[in-house]
């Protein structure tokens, strides 16, 4: 399939929360099909970006950009402009040079890739776990996570599962991180159930020196007004257990590092 290029500029524009309120064709039917609706959060990861960029630093954004809406690949050229006139407000996005072309084959390395940063972004519940799974850091968003966030608190260095029900699933401790990833659980004082994503981290040809653990719900919460949302917003828990603080710390300096000098560059640029 030949690229096919649009006279037509999309517009939309969003609120402070990133809620996409009002949109022209292409950009409404790009964000249905990355499962958005209107109004709601804008749905397209690489808009998205860009848009929250925008309203916290407060300056205009003009950059290429590249989207999967779930049959083929979206370019263009978007501009992001925070509505000053209000406080708090959000953003108009200015979609130039709109193009669809036929998505290449994705191979098995890549869509897992994908699949495992789309689990990271829906992740209400995520830790950090040495190669024993027992947790070094946590942080909990989940407005229903109050218990496992105590319950991860008062209990440092212990095997994460021991304060979840995992369902079909023996209770010997550790599993192997194999048994456990994809598999379902409860979590106490939830009524939602979850998935569990737990990803290794180990050198190449080694055994696992520590995994991210990731909680995805099968539901969201039942979505808020934005009054709500700004005076009701569920505290997030971040914990780090015991003496983790350095090695947490350490090992990602050098990608932390990288970013920055990416970020720095986009913006100069």
């Not at 193009?99 to 994908?114: F, I, K, L, M, T």
């Not at 947790?135 to 109050?146: C, R």
Request: net charge negative; glycine share 8%; with cysteine.
């Amino acid at each position: 399939m030949e690229s096919q290029p649009s006279l037509l500029a999309a517009r939309g524009v969003t609120d402070e929360h990133d809620r996409l309120l009002t949109a022209d064709d292409p950009l409404a039917q790009l964000h249905e099909r990355c499962g958005g609706s209107l109004p709601g959060i804008l749905a397209v990861p690489e808009l998205l970006d860009l848009v929250q960029q925008g309203r916290r630093m407060g300056l205009r954004i003009a950059r290429e950009f590249t989207a999967f809406d779930g049959e083929d690949m979206v370019s263009g050229y978007v501009r992001v402009r925070p509505l000053e006139e209000q406080e708090g407000s959000g953003c108009e996005l200015l979609i130039e040079n709109w193009q669809s072309n036929a998505a290449p084959e994705p191979n098995s390395r890549d869509a897992a890739e994908r699949l495992n940063a789309i689990d990271r972004a829906c992740a209400e519940v995520t830790a950090r776990l040495d190669a024993q799974q027992r947790l070094q850091l946590f942080e909990i968003t989940a407005g229903d996570g109050q218990e496992l966030a105590k319950a991860f608190a008062s209990a440092p260095a212990t095997i994460w599962s021991e304060h979840v029900e995992l369902k079909g699933l023996a209770h010997r401790q550790p599993l192997h991180w194999r048994l456990i990833d994809g598999a379902t659980c409860k979590l106490p004082g939830s009524q939602r159930e979850w998935r569990v994503r737990l990803l290794p981290l180990q050198p190449e040809n080694g055994p696992p020196t520590g995994f991210e653990l990731f909680l995805v719900a099968d539901y969201p919460l039942d979505v808020q007004t934005a009054d709500e949302v700004q005076d009701d917003r569920p505290q997030s828990h971040t914990q780090l257990i015991g003496g983790a603080l350095t090695p947490v710390l350490r090992q990602p300096i050098s990608r932390v590092i990288a970013n920055a000098e990416t970020i720095r560059a986009r913006l100069a640029g």
